[in-house]
């Protein structure tokens, strides 16, 4: 899986971030963030534990509310206005690190639900979506069964098709596979894969090096709640600038 | 060992053999779990012993039981001197344990009806695998239950069940726009509807009428699943809205449901119910008379509802954030992730404690006795006890009391352990 997935990307803005700031209490987490996502871009972020960088995806979907600064997703600034934000999460997919599957669900009921309540889509064409997207991770089998049957492998794929029952043009990906174990993730980052040669806007905080190297546009490096480094995978990984990029490279790749 | 040789390899597989009989069926349990020790053997003995003597001492009791008698005086006789049970007393006051003294006896039938009704109406709210249109029925139920208890015109019920349908209809119109205009539109419209039913209905008092019975002509059995059956449906929808408003954002809602929570709590049953006896009638207009019977069940409605509550904010609370997320991120709004994502998995984790506090709410109906409302409880120690032909016949009224209750508690235990099993999703 060493080669790069390549795509055009559009110069349509996907996600625009300009001077957001974030606080926890009295806790810095977001400092001063600028960031452009273009459609069709993969951007993954990386750093250490602490970093900010989940919170920052998950301000993107208003999941964490930003203190100052605007965020513009699709088009649409996101205010404390809820109509924005639930316009906004309808067109933006999330992946969690622990899936949250709706367990009193079946597979099907999970994909289906959101389509029939938000999109108003009517059932027997939402539970046709929810088989093509299921059948997409490779497991309609599973259909029928309740998201405690599965293993956590299956479960991600599960919540990757139940994103994409509701046509999402930007994904999220908020450490998708580090509740994983070893050989469950392979088949997620596959899954991932495809979706980034579908031409998916995909922003993925992960560990996982050998994706970003694969998949990704562009990789940031975040410390201390501000973007240290961002750069092509190739000069990234080959030739980091800052010397905190340097150490955390070292540190993970070292082993 | 000549040879200490690691590499093995095995040619035939070994085929399953049948236990020894130590192992098998009543030798094993009966080993296991009554003489697993000398200790545990004494034991067994022992407890044996204890419950063959119950057995030995009680039964003569039943046994010599007399069921045809007049008065307690009778009972004596026909014992004459040998220990047993005065059970006629169930027998002869039948009627009075069950209906109270003041219900026309010719009426019996309606209260008879309403119960075998009741259990029609619960059946689909029970088991979901009943068809849903049986929910039609449930829904009519409470104002068909009415006219059956109380009596009077029909049309009181019906104009009832037309506001409340008005209301529904126009608040499910209304609130796609704004919630907020659907609640205040609903209840607009059904209040005329209300207002000008009300006038029809007592222009043709009438019309298609049962004798009516006061509220206050209620009691034995009847009035304690009657408070027992409104309190604990009313409530648990209440104590769900509370417990909601409880962990709302908006702090005057917040507000109001932590300190009637708190208060409600803080309190003793039996003082809301002096409350609802004595002093809530001073806090109406001179001449309103709201019936006893529906001040009593308020009360016991904002207890009960304050307790499922706290029960529910424990379901809430042991949910995953992520759950909250998930139907967050994926463009659902409040009222739909509470719906279909919270609400089914909190109720679920919240049933035993929610059935625990309802079970405590239907034998807590007995405490009404003592505001002299007559229940069963209160049947037995007024109209019964106190008459001169059953005076002194405690064990066997107050045990027939303690049945009844035990049989129905025992049963709604029951169906919420079968329910746990029927919602269990995860092999966790």
Same mark, same amino acid.
């Given at each position: 899986m060493n080669e790069q997935v390549k795509l055009t990307v559009s110069d349509e803005v996907a996600i625009g971030i300009q001077g957001m700031n974030k606080w926890f209490g009295s806790f810095h987490v977001l400092r001063d963030i600028d960031l452009t996502v273009n459609r069709g871009e993969r951007i993954v972020v990386c750093g250490p534990s602490g970093s900010g960088k989940s919170t920052l995806i998950r301000c993107v979907n208003a999941l964490e509310e930003h203190q100052s600064g605007q965020i513009i997703v699709d088009g649409t600034e996101l205010t404390s206005d809820i109509k924005n934000v639930d316009k906004i999460r309808s067109e933006v997919g999330m992946l969690f690190q622990h899936f949250n599957l709706f367990p009193h669900l079946t597979i099907l009921e999970n994909c289906t639900l959101a389509q029939i309540w938000v999109r108003k889509i009517p059932q027997a064409e939402a539970e046709e979506t929810a088989m093509h997207f299921l059948t997409k991770v490779k497991i309609p089998e599973q259909a029928n069964k309740y998201p405690g049957q599965l293993s956590g492998g299956q479960q991600q794929r599960v919540a990757i098709a139940r994103s994409l029952c509701m046509r999402p043009r930007i994904m999220l990906f908020d450490e998708p596979t580090s509740a994983l174990d070893p050989e469950m993730i392979k088949e997620v980052l596959d899954t991932m894969i495809e979706l980034a040669e579908d031409g998916m806007t995909m922003m993925v905080v992960t560990h996982e090096m050998g994706f970003a190297r694969q998949v990704a546009n562009r990789v940031i490096f975040m410390d201390e709640g501000q973007i240290v480094e961002q750069n092509e995978p190739k000069e990234f990984f080959n030739n980091p600038k800052s010397d905190r990029t340097k150490l955390f490279l070292s540190q993970i790749l070292g082993h | 060992m000549a040879e200490n040789n690691a590499s093995f390899v095995r040619h035939e597989l070994i085929k399953e053999q049948v236990p020894p009989v130590s192992e098998r069926g009543l030798v094993k349990w009966v080993r296991e779990n009554l003489f697993s020790s000398p200790f545990n053997a004494i034991m067994t003995v022992l407890s044996l012993w204890v419950i063959y003597s119950i057995i030995a001492g009680s039964a003569p009791w039943f046994i010599n039981g007399v069921w045809n008698a007049s008065s307690v005086r009778e009972c004596y006789d026909i014992l004459d001197g040998v220990s047993g049970a005065c059970f006629a007393v169930l027998k002869e006051r039948f009627p009075q344990l069950i209906y109270g003294f003041k219900y026309p006896a010719t009426e019996y039938w309606r209260p008879n009806i309403t119960t075998l009704l009741l259990l029609v109406a619960l059946a689909p709210v029970l088991f979901r695998k009943l068809p849903r249109q049986l929910l039609a029925f449930s829904i009519i139920y409470p104002f068909l239950a009415y006219w059956l208890i109380w009596g009077g015109t029909i049309l009181v019920p019906v104009v009832a069940f037309l506001g409340f349908a008005a209301g529904v209809y126009c608040f499910r119109r209304f609130s796609t726009n704004a919630f907020a205009l659907g609640v205040i539109v609903g209840v607009i419209v059904a209040s005329i509807f209300w207002l000008f039913g009300g006038y029809l209905s007592e222009a043709n008092?009438?019309? +298609?009428? +049962?004798q009516a019975v006061p509220s206050r002509d209620m009691g034995g059995l009847m009035l304690n699943l009657l408070l027992g059956t409104i309190a604990c449906s009313v409530s648990i929808p209440l104590g769900i809205f509370l417990a909601l408003g409880r962990q709302s954002s908006m702090p005057i809602i917040k507000w109001i449901c932590v300190v009637f929570i708190e208060f409600i709590r803080g309190v003793p049953l039996i003082t809301l119910l002096f409350v609802a006896n004595v002093i809530l009638a001073f806090f109406f207009p001179p001449d309103t008379s709201i019936d006893l019977i529906l001040r009593v069940i308020i009360m016991m409605t904002f207890f009960n509802s304050a307790y499922i509550a706290e029960v529910v904010r424990g379901g809430l609370a042991a949910l995953p954030s992520g759950q909250y997320e998930a139907a967050n991120s994926l463009g659902l709004d409040y009222a739909q992730s509470m719906r279909l994502i919270i609400l089914p998995q909190a109720l679920k984790i919240s049933i035993p404690g929610i059935v625990n506090v309802s079970v405590g709410m239907l034998k807590d109906t007995t405490l009404v006795s003592i505001i002299s409302m007559f229940d069963l409880v209160g049947m037995i120690r007024g109209p019964i006890l106190s008459t001169s032909e059953w005076n002194g016949v405690y064990w066997e009224l107050f045990g027939c009391a303690a049945a009844i209750f035990f049989v129905v508690c025992f049963s709604i235990s029951k169906y919420s352990q079968w329910l746990e099993r029927q919602l269990e999703t995860s092999n966790r």
């Open positions: - | 008092e009438t019309f +298609l009428s +049962l």
